[in-house]
C-alpha cells in the first residue's frame, strides 16, 4: 500500500507540474483528485454491470459510455505524466479511449459503423482533451480530478439523451418516468444550448437581448419540440402530473416551504454582512436532507422531476449571476460573496455539487436501486459530511496528518451513517444483514477518506459511496 501511494503522488506531481507548465490554473490548495475523475465513468459501468439483462438500450448506452469515460481517464493521466508535453492539443493516445468505446458501441450496443465511430470519437475527445479546456476556461475553479468527474457526467448525459430523444420522436412515451425523463433532457438541452449561445455571442448578453433569447428559444424551439416528443402539452403534463394526488401536492408545497426558508436563511445572511461559516452553510445539507428523505420514501418519481428542474435552475440563476442580469444578478452576487466556500473561485459550484450528489443514484438510467443506495448523497453528505463539520469545528483538536480536519469529526462522520443506516435496517428498507456489513464498512472506508481528501466532499463522497454500494 505505501509503495503504491509512493506512486500515486509522484504521478500527481509530474501531472500537475505538467499542466501549470502549459498555462492552465487548478484550483489551489488542493491535491489533484486523479482518484476522483474515475469514479463517474466507473458509476455508470458498474450500473449497466449490476442490471443483468433487464437494461434499457439508454441504460446499456450510459454503461458503454461509462467504460470508455474510464479509459479516458486512464489515458488522459497517462499523456499528462509525460514531459514537454502541450496539454491543450489532442494526442494521439486519445485515440485509444475512442477506438475502443467505438467498438464497444458497435459490438455490444448494436448500434452501426457510422453511429458507433462517431460517438466513440465524441467521448474520446470530449473525454480527454474536453477535460483541459473546462479546465482552461476557468481557471482556478477545478482540480483534475473535479474537471473530470464533472465532464465526464456532461459526457454521460449527453449520451443517454442522443439515445432516448430519438427513441421517443418514434414511439412517444406513455409511462411518467419515460416523460419525466424527456423533459429534463430537452430542458437541460435548452439550457445548455442558452449558455453556448451566451458564451459564443457577446451581444446577446445585454438585458435586453438576454431575455428576448430565453423567451425566443424557449417558446419557438424548446416547447414545441417538447409537444411534438412526447405527442401532448408539455404545460398541461406537468400541472397534472404535480397535481395527480393529495400526497403529491402536500410533498410539493412541503419542498417549496422549505425552498423559501433557504431564501430567508440567504437574506438573512447578506443582510447581516458578514461571511457564512462552514458549519453556517451547513444548513444547507440539512434542508436538502429534510427534502430527499420524504421524498425517496414517498414518490421517488416527483422527486427525480423536481431534482433535474432545480439543477436546471441552478445553472440559470449562475449564469445571471456571471452575466450581472438584472434584477437578480445583483442579489445572487451578494449571496454568492458571503456563502462562497474556499472551493468557489469564479463559479459558485457549491450549491450545484450539493444537488447532484443528493440526486446522483436518481438520475442513473435504471429503476433497480436498492433504498439504501439511493441514500448514497443522504447519508454521505446530509449527515456525514454535516456532522463532521460541525464536531470537527466545535470539539475538534486532534487532527490527520497534513489536513485540517480533525479525528473527532471523522469519529462522529462515522456514528451519525451508523445510526442511519440501522434505522433504515430498522424501518425495513434492508432486507439482507449483508447490507448492512457492507455499509458498515463502506462507511468506514469513505468517512476515512472525507477526512484526507481536499477535494469537493459534495461530490466526491456520494459518487464514492455510490461506487462502493454498486460493487
Same mark, same amino acid.
Given at each position: 500500500?505505501?509503495?503504491?501511494?509512493?506512486?500515486?503522488?509522484?504521478?500527481?506531481?509530474?501531472?500537475?507540474?505538467?499542466?501549470?507548465?502549459?498555462?492552465?490554473?487548478?484550483?489551489?490548495?488542493?491535491?489533484?483528485?486523479?482518484?476522483?475523475?474515475?469514479?463517474?465513468?466507473?458509476?455508470?459501468?458498474?450500473?449497466?454491470?449490476?442490471?443483468?439483462?433487464?437494461?434499457?438500450?439508454?441504460?446499456?448506452?450510459?454503461?458503454?459510455?461509462?467504460?470508455?469515460?474510464?479509459?479516458?481517464?486512464?489515458?488522459?493521466?497517462?499523456?499528462?505524466?509525460?514531459?514537454?508535453?502541450?496539454?491543450?492539443?489532442?494526442?494521439?493516445?486519445?485515440?485509444?479511449p475512442?477506438?475502443?468505446?467505438?467498438?464497444?458501441?458497435?459490438?455490444?450496443?448494436?448500434?452501426?459503423?457510422?453511429?458507433?465511430f !462517431?460517438?466513440?470519437?465524441?467521448?474520446g475527445?470530449?473525454?480527454?482533451?474536453?477535460?483541459?479546456?473546462?479546465m482552461?476556461?476557468?481557471?482556478?475553479?477545478? !482540480?483534475?480530478?473535479?474537471?473530470?468527474?464533472?465532464?465526464?457526467?456532461? @459526457?454521460?448525459?449527453?449520451?443517454?439523451?442522443?439515445?432516448?430523444?430519438?427513441?421517443?420522436?418514434?414511439?412517444?412515451?406513455?409511462?411518467?418516468?419515460?416523460?419525466?425523463?424527456?423533459?429534463?433532457?430537452?430542458?437541460?438541452?435548452?439550457?445548455?444550448?442558452?449558455?453556448?449561445?451566451?458564451?459564443?455571442?457577446?451581444?446577446?448578453?445585454?438585458?435586453?437581448?438576454?431575455?428576448?433569447?430565453?423567451?425566443?428559444?424557449?417558446?419557438?424551439?424548446?416547447?414545441?419540440?417538447?409537444?411534438?416528443?412526447?405527442?401532448?402539452?408539455?404545460?398541461?403534463?406537468?400541472v397534472?402530473?404535480?397535481?395527480?394526488?393529495?400526497?403529491?401536492?402536500?410533498?410539493?408545497?412541503?419542498?417549496? @416551504?422549505?425552498?423559501?426558508?433557504?431564501?430567508?436563511?440567504?437574506?438573512?445572511?447578506?443582510?447581516?454582512?458578514?461571511?457564512?461559516t462552514?458549519?453556517?452553510?451547513?444548513?444547507?445539507? @440539512?434542508?436538502?436532507?429534510?427534502?430527499?428523505?420524504?421524498?425517496?420514501?414517498?414518490?421517488?418519481?416527483?422527486?427525480?422531476?423536481?431534482?433535474?428542474? !432545480?439543477? @436546471?435552475?441552478?445553472?440559470?440563476?449562475?449564469?445571471?449571476?456571471?452575466?450581472?442580469?438584472?434584477?437578480l444578478?445583483?442579489?445572487?452576487?451578494?449571496?454568492?460573496?458571503?456563502?462562497?466556500?474556499?472551493?468557489?473561485?469564479?463559479?459558485?459550484?457549491?450549491?450545484?455539487?450539493?444537488?447532484?450528489?443528493?440526486?446522483?443514484?436518481?438520475?442513473?438510467?435504471?429503476?433497480?436501486?436498492?433504498?439504501?443506495?439511493?441514500?448514497?448523497?443522504?447519508?454521505?453528505?446530509?449527515?456525514g459530511?454535516?456532522?463532521?463539520?460541525?464536531?470537527?469545528?466545535?470539539?475538534?483538536?486532534?487532527?490527520?496528518?497534513?489536513?485540517?480536519?480533525?479525528?473527532?469529526?471523522?469519529?462522529?462522520?462515522?456514528?451519525i451513517?451508523?445510526?442511519?443506516?440501522?434505522?433504515?435496517?430498522?424501518a425495513?428498507?434492508?432486507?439482507?444483514?449483508?447490507?448492512?456489513?457492507?455499509?458498515?464498512?463502506?462507511?468506514?472506508?469513505?468517512?476515512?477518506v472525507?477526512?484526507?481528501?481536499?477535494?469537493?466532499?459534495?461530490?466526491?463522497?456520494?459518487?464514492s459511496?455510490?461506487?462502493?454500494?454498486?460493487?
Amino acid at each position: 500500500m505505501e509503495l503504491l501511494i509512493t506512486h500515486y503522488n509522484r504521478l500527481e506531481r509530474k501531472i500537475l507540474q505538467n499542466v501549470k507548465r502549459n498555462g492552465i490554473r487548478y484550483r489551489t490548495n488542493a491535491g489533484s483528485g486523479l482518484w476522483l475523475g474515475v469514479l463517474a465513468g466507473l458509476a455508470a459501468a458498474l450500473t449497466i454491470l449490476k442490471e443483468g439483462s433487464g437494461y434499457s438500450e439508454t441504460c446499456l448506452f450510459v454503461g458503454t459510455t461509462g467504460f470508455g469515460l474510464v479509459l479516458c481517464s486512464l489515458c488522459l493521466y497517462a499523456r499528462l505524466s509525460m514531459k514537454q508535453t502541450v496539454v491543450k492539443d489532442f494526442h494521439a493516445v486519445y485515440f485509444v479511449p475512442a477506438i475502443i468505446t467505438s467498438m464497444l458501441f458497435l459490438l455490444t450496443a448494436n448500434k452501426g459503423l457510422l453511429t458507433s465511430f !462517431t460517438w466513440g470519437l465524441t467521448v474520446g475527445s470530449l473525454g480527454t482533451w474536453g477535460v483541459l479546456q473546462l479546465m482552461s476556461t476557468f481557471p482556478y475553479c477545478f !482540480t483534475m480530478g473535479e474537471a473530470t468527474a464533472v465532464t465526464h457526467s456532461f @459526457i454521460l448525459f449527453l449520451m443517454s439523451a442522443v439515445t432516448n430523444l430519438p427513441l421517443r420522436y418514434h414511439l412517444p412515451p406513455f409511462h411518467d418516468d419515460d416523460i419525466s425523463t424527456v423533459f429534463l433532457q430537452v430542458a437541460m438541452l435548452y439550457t445548455v444550448s442558452l449558455c453556448l449561445l451566451f458564451k459564443y455571442f457577446p451581444v446577446l448578453r445585454s438585458t435586453i437581448y438576454f431575455y428576448l433569447t430565453v423567451i425566443g428559444l424557449l417558446c419557438f424551439v424548446t416547447l414545441p419540440t417538447l409537444y411534438i416528443i412526447l405527442d401532448r402539452n408539455p404545460i398541461t403534463w406537468i400541472v397534472f402530473f404535480v397535481l395527480k394526488s393529495r400526497q403529491r401536492i402536500a410533498l410539493f408545497i412541503y419542498w417549496i @416551504i422549505c425552498f423559501l426558508l433557504s431564501i430567508f436563511v440567504v437574506i438573512y445572511q447578506i443582510s447581516s454582512k458578514s461571511q457564512a461559516t462552514s458549519v453556517g452553510r451547513k444548513i444547507f445539507h @440539512i434542508l436538502a436532507t429534510f427534502v430527499y428523505i420524504p421524498g425517496l420514501v414517498l414518490d421517488p418519481l416527483l422527486l427525480y422531476l423536481a431534482s433535474g428542474m !432545480t439543477l @436546471i435552475l441552478f445553472i440559470a440563476l449562475e449564469v445571471i449571476r456571471l452575466l450581472k442580469v438584472p434584477p437578480l444578478g445583483k442579489i445572487l452576487q451578494q449571496g454568492f460573496v458571503v456563502f462562497a466556500d474556499k472551493k468557489d473561485r469564479l463559479l459558485s459550484l457549491t450549491p450545484i455539487y450539493l444537488l447532484c450528489g443528493f440526486s446522483l443514484p436518481l438520475w442513473m438510467p435504471t429503476n433497480n436501486l436498492t433504498f439504501l443506495t439511493l441514500l448514497s448523497g443522504v447519508i454521505t453528505v446530509g449527515f456525514g459530511d454535516t456532522a463532521a463539520s460541525y464536531v470537527g469545528n466545535r470539539w475538534g483538536s486532534h487532527k490527520w496528518p497534513d489536513t485540517k480536519k480533525t479525528i473527532e469529526g471523522t469519529v462522529a462522520c462515522v456514528l451519525i451513517q451508523f445510526f442511519v443506516i440501522f434505522a433504515v435496517a430498522a424501518a425495513g428498507f434492508i432486507t439482507h444483514p449483508r447490507y448492512v456489513l457492507r455499509s458498515v464498512l463502506a462507511i468506514i472506508t469513505i468517512s476515512v477518506v472525507e477526512g484526507h481528501i481536499n477535494q469537493v466532499d459534495n461530490m466526491a463522497l456520494p459518487l464514492s459511496m455510490y461506487v462502493f454500494f454498486m460493487m
